[in-house]
Structure formats: structure tokens, C-alpha cells
């Protein structure tokens, strides 16, 4: 993809090109259901990432091709079918967590019902509601070597997803490195959360109105989109 | 000379499972379940079960047959997202649920099985799933764990853990992809999930197999699950869809 074709990108389509461009060559990343397994459209030329399943498997490529048959007994996360690249391997779950707490897992990526400054992290449980449960999430923000959280700005009716503080019960705590929205690219610092990149188009100044945190803000913010 | 221990689904369920048993059931949403198992287990009538498992598949399948069936009282898991029918039973109060994070899950029934009395881990902290439980923190100075008291504040600098109890059942119910006669089990692919560590944590564990081979037709290398901790084998049949 040029960078002008980049340019052009909105939305999900802009958080996931940005975060893909987080991982290293030879990363073994995890993805949670949904947008985060979107960032695979757009590695960048050159980036061959290993991806990891919590139910036991590194190496899936995402789901067959209408009618292609594949093993039934290979599922990603979210117990869908998936093809399994050459060199992928398969183990049994306490050993999956053990990579996973372990230090193992190169890069998490997940998405969010509410994030804080200081890195927090509320995507399973929402109060006075029946919770999905937490499956592994819980696990892999507390092992993962990086945290990536991808969500939109503000939820549907308008209110900022990143907030000061959150007071929803915790996934995570301290566990996030990386938000990444459409408006733009923040790093979980001890200081607090800096606004690294702003999307094309997007002033800090915008970025800030959108957030429910105060943004340390630099003299110059890069922006996503950029030669990497 | 090795013995067989394939038996009837039937047999199987009349010998080892009862009302009010807790059971084990490995799998990982459709794969790698004992639907076989399960479904014998509802045609025997068995009742008032207590589950451990890592979620209750799709309704109408696996789990979810035994969800349907109203027959558990009880679910200790990580995620019900998959399955609509468990969700409004939990919220009804018909199933009594307990939420412990997957790889915790995991750990506490690998304890369970192997001897050890309990597990540390740092998933959870600062979470709801530290509630109710014991948390240590590593004194570097003393050079050993103290347990703490009261409120907790949440602090990343501290080396803290929350101890995770062991956990075990009456029964488990295996998923293999191939048992020889003797229960020795190799899995496939993902549907390997929870069954290894499962099976070493059931009272009896009876293992429901794909294929059903000779003894001596499996490679001791490839063995996942060695025959000693089976007490039972079944014909089980292949997934044909995830």
C-alpha cells in the first residue's frame, strides 16, 4: 500500500494499518476477536507476523476461502475454523498460558470498553450486566511483551473511550503500552498519556476535545501515516 | 498383558457418573468436546451437575446440549459469549456461574491433577477476580511471600500474586482424536486444548475417541495423555464442522 493510498484510509481500516505497523518482523502477536484481526490486511511490506491463538496454536492465516476445505479441528479464539501455516504448531492450553504469562507473546492486541491515562484496561464486564466473561484476555495484558488497544474515539453516543481514570472493573491493570484510534496514536508513558500521532487531517486540539484525559501533548506529533 | 477398557458409552456413564457430580469437560467451543459422552450423559438422566470447563460451546451443541438439558446447576468457566441459552440461564439463576480467567482455569485444574497446592499468578490482580482470595506479595528484603490483609492498593511496583486453589472432579470427559484400547490418547490439532490438562484431574476420566486403535499401534512418543489415568474408552465420532 503507497502512502498515498494510505492517506485515503478511514476508521477501523486506519486503526489497524497503524497498529500492524507496531509489530516486527518475526512477531508472534495475539488478536482478540474482531477489528484487532483486521491489522493482518495491512502488514507492511517485509513484516511476517506468527499468529497466536490462546486455545492452543501458533500460526493461523484467518478462515478458508468459500468451499477450500480445512481441518475442523483448527479454530482461532473465537472458535472459528482457520488455516494453519507450514511451521505453525499446536500445544495444549496450560502450556498456550504458559507462553502467555510467560513473557512469549511479542505483542496483545485487543479492543476496549473504556481505557484510562495510567494504562488501564475495562473490556469484559460491564456493570449490572451478564458479563461474556473474560476468556484469556485477562491473561495475555498481564504477559504479553506489548499491550495494543485499537478502539474508535468515542463510543456511539459520543463519549471519549479514553478517560483519567476508569472506575469499571479492571481487565487489566498498568497493562496497556498503545492506543490507537482513528483520530490518533497515544503511548501509556509514567508521566501520562502522550499523544504521539495524530490521524491525517486531525489537530491535537481535536484529539484532546474527543479524550476524557488530559494529553501531554508534544511541540511536534507525528502522524500516522507516515514512511515507516 | 494390557487390558482393554472399551466399553459402551452406556456402561461408562452408569459406572461413573451420578447425581450432583462434578465433571471436567474439556474442549474449546465445538472442538475437542465429548458430545458422545454428553450426550449419554442426558439420555442416562444424570442431574444436578456441577461443570468446570472453559466455556459451553454454541447452544444446541456439546455443552450446550447438556445446557439445553437443564442439568447443571453449576458452571465454573471464563467465557459464556458464545452461547445464548447459558447467558439467560445465568441471568434466570438457574446455573449458579463462577467466572476464573483461562489460563488460571487451566493452571488450577493442572494443580489439581498433579499434586500441587495451588498456583501464584498475577493475572487478576486489581481485577474482580481477586475478590475473595488470598493475594502474596514478595518481601525481597525478608527473601519470602507475605500474605496480605485487608483492603488492597493497587501498586505495579509491588511483586504481587493471587493465589489460585487447586481444582478437580468426580468425572472427566476426554475428546481424543485417536485411543488405543488401554486409553492411551493422541489429540488433533486445536481440539488438544484443555483435554490434556483435564485428564489428569477427574476421578475417573473416560476418554471418547475419533478413531479406537490397537495397543501397540501408537508411538510411545506421540502419546498425550498416557493410559493409566483412563478408566474408561468409547467410540466417539469426528467433528465434521468447527
Known amino acids: 500500500m503507497t502512502r498515498e493510498e ?11 494499518y497503524r497498529t500492524a505497523r507496531l509489530f516486527q518482523d518475526g512477531d508472534v502477536v495475539n488478536l482478540g476477536i474482531g477489528m484487532p484481526t483486521k491489522c493482518l490486511d495491512y502488514l507492511p511490506d517485509g513484516v511476517d507476523v506468527w499468529v497466536d491463538s490462546e486455545n492452543g496454536v501458533v500460526g493461523l492465516t484467518g478462515a478458508p476461502a468459500e468451499g477450500e476445505w480445512t481441518d475442523p479441528n483448527v479454530v482461532d479464539a473465537g472458535g472459528k475454523v482457520s488455516k494453519l501455516r ?24 485487543l479492543g476496549a470498553y473504556e481505557v484510562d ?11 449490572g450486566k451478564t458479563a461474556a466473561g473474560m476468556g484469556g484476555a485477562m491473561d495475555l495484558v498481564t504477559g504479553s511483551k506489548i499491550t495494543v488497544v485499537m478502539t474508535t474515539q468515542t463510543d456511539k453516543a459520543g463519549n471519549p473511550k479514553i478517560v483519567q481514570k476508569t472506575d469499571m472493573p479492571l481487565t487489566g491493570y498498568h497493562c496497556i503500552d498503545y492506543i490507537v484510534t482513528e483520530m490518533g496514536c497515544f503511548a501509556v508513558t509514567p508521566d501520562g498519556l502522550k499523544l504521539w ?3 491525517p487531517g486531525v489537530t491535537p486540539e481535536e484529539v484532546q476535545a474527543k479524550t476524557g484525559a488530559k494529553l501531554i501533548i508534544p511541540e511536534n506529533v507525528g502522524s500516522m501515516i507516515k514512511d515507516y | 498383558m494390557a487390558k482393554s477398557k472399551v466399553t459402551t458409552v452406556e456402561e461408562a456413564i452408569a459406572k461413573y457418573c451420578h447425581d450432583g457430580m462434578s465433571v471436567l469437560l ?23 451437575i456441577s461443570v468446570i470447563s472453559n466455556n459451553t460451546s454454541v447452544p444446541h451443541r456439546g455443552i450446550g446440549k447438556l445446557v439445553d438439558a437443564g ?7 471464563s467465557h459464556i459469549g458464545n452461547n445464548a441459552v447459558t447467558v439467560q440461564k445465568v441471568v434466570d439463576g438457574e446455573i449458579n456461574l463462577t467466572f476464573v480467567p483461562q489460563g488460571s482455569l487451566c493452571e488450577k485444574v493442572r494443580a489439581g491433577g498433579a499434586g500441587i497446592g495451588g498456583i501464584l499468578t498475577p493475572t487478576g490482580l486489581y481485577t474482580p477476580m481477586m475478590d475473595g482470595k488470598q493475594v502474596v506479595e514478595w518481601d525481597e528484603e525478608a527473601g519470602k511471600f507475605k500474605f496480605l490483609e485487608g483492603e488492597i492498593i493497587p501498586d505495579a511496583s509491588k511483586k504481587r500474586f493471587i493465589l489460585e486453589l487447586p481444582l478437580h472432579a468426580d468425572v472427566c470427559f476426554v475428546h481424543a482424536w485417536k485411543a488405543d484400547k488401554m486409553g492411551n490418547v493422541v489429540y488433533r490439532r486445536t481440539s488438544r486444548n484443555f483435554n490434556e490438562a483435564f485428564a489428569t484431574a477427574g476421578d475417573h476420566v473416560i476418554v471418547e475417541a475419533e478413531q479406537i486403535v490397537e495397543i501397540g499401534e501408537l508411538d510411545p512418543d506421540e502419546i498425550m495423555t498416557p493410559g493409566f489415568v483412563v478408566d474408561a474408552v468409547v467410540q466417539g465420532r469426528a467433528l465434521t464442522e468447527a
Open chain 1, 197 to 199: 500521532e495524530v490521524a
Open chain 2, 26 to 48: 474439556p474442549g474449546f467451543v465445538n472442538v475437542g468436546v465429548s458430545e458422545v459422552l454428553i450426550e449419554g450423559l442426558i439420555a442416562a438422566g444424570i442431574k444436578d
Open chain 1, 86 to 109: 507450514v511451521g505453525g504448531a499446536c500445544f495444549d492450553s496450560f502450556r498456550s498460558f504458559g507462553f502467555i504469562r510467560g513473557g512469549h507473546i511479542d505483542c496483545t492486541v
Open chain 2, 71 to 77: 442439568v447443571i446447576k453449576a458452571i465454573t468457566c
Open chain 1, 6 to 16: 494510505a492517506m485515503q484510509l478511514k476508521g477501523k481500516d486506519l486503526i489497524a
Open chain 1, 117 to 127: 491515562a495510567e494504562g488501564n484496561l475495562a473490556n469484559w464486564m460491564i456493570p
